[in-house]
């Protein structure tokens, strides 16, 4: 089993920053690939960010290129998720995911509300 424990949201006004954290527990293999997803109300939920747990590799949705940064720590399984320059379509719940060998892992969100 993987546990994911999420912290960070808020409300932000417009342009503003927020950090999120997402650290996993429990039986983590390598590789694995650790990010951030999001759901807005009635829509579905959408990758926002990934890195593996091996070499460089992120991944970023359009929406967020050059405004959101993912980086990840490792030795403590955690990863973040620097949002900059906020906008109001960015209010999410937001998800940590980490996808490895067994299976799929979801936390269980933190809302992100940007104000106009």
């Known amino acids: 089993q993987v546990q994911l424990v999420e912290s960070g949201g808020g409300l932000v006004q417009a342009g503003g920053s927020l950090r999120l954290s997402c650290t996993a527990s429990?039986?983590?293999?390598?590789?694995?690939?650790m990010g951030w997803y999001r759901q807005a109300p009635g829509k579905e939920r959408e990758l926002v960010a990934t890195t593996a747990s091996v070499g460089t590799t992120t991944n970023y949705a359009d929406s967020v290129k050059g405004r959101f940064f993912i980086s990840r720590d490792r030795a403590r399984n955690t990863v973040y998720l620097q949002m900059n320059s906020l906008k109001p379509e960015d209010t999410a719940i937001y998800y940590c995911?980490?996808?490895?060998?067994?299976?799929?892992?979801w936390g269980q969100g933190t809302q992100v509300t940007v104000s106009s």
């Open positions: 995911s980490l996808r490895q060998i067994s299976g799929a892992y």
């Open positions: 429990g039986s983590i293999f390598n590789p694995n690939v």
